[in-house]
């Protein structure tokens, strides 16, 4: 399609306005950018991760004890032992909160909840102990934490 008008005339900008749409065009590109980088820089941790940060914490509690159907067991073993239950949990283990629920809160052969007796001798149920490392972790990797 043509025009036929003939006094049609492209658009003009006033002096100076040229310089103003390409500084307000860089100044939008720059703000995506740094939108794009922040995202790319902290992105949502995946419920693997999640679950990989609760079976360290129970690794990392030094000489709390984790107690599992009427035994003290040390730290290193009791992640093995998680690490073995989320294995062989498959499928049904899909979020943190799984995890919790159906691997690291008692024993799936006698139904006694585990417990960690911390170094001062308190005795905390791991579910407690994990629910709150969750928390923890879920608002130290919240977007803009």
Not at 20 to 48: K, M, N
Not at 92 to 118: N, V
Request: aromatic share 8%; charged share 15%.
């Amino acid at each position: 399609m043509t025009c036929s008008n003939s006094s049609f005339r492209p658009l003009r900008l006033a002096a100076g306005a040229s310089a103003w749409v390409r500084a307000l065009g860089l100044l939008f590109a720059s703000v995506c950018l740094v939108i794009t980088l922040a995202q790319a820089q902290s992105p949502a941790p995946t419920q693997a991760q999640r679950i990989d940060y609760l079976i360290a914490a129970i690794e990392s509690m030094g000489t709390a004890q984790f107690i599992r159907n009427g035994s003290a067991y040390d730290a290193k073993a009791a992640a093995d032992h998680l690490r073995l239950k989320r294995r062989m949990a498959g499928s049904s283990c899909q979020s943190a909160e799984d995890f919790i629920r159906y691997c690291a809160s008692q024993s799936s052969t006698s139904g006694k909840p585990y417990e960690i007796r911390l170094p001062d001798g308190t005795v905390v149920s791991a579910a407690a102990f994990l629910q709150g490392k969750l928390a923890e972790f879920d608002r130290t990797h919240a977007p803009g934490g």
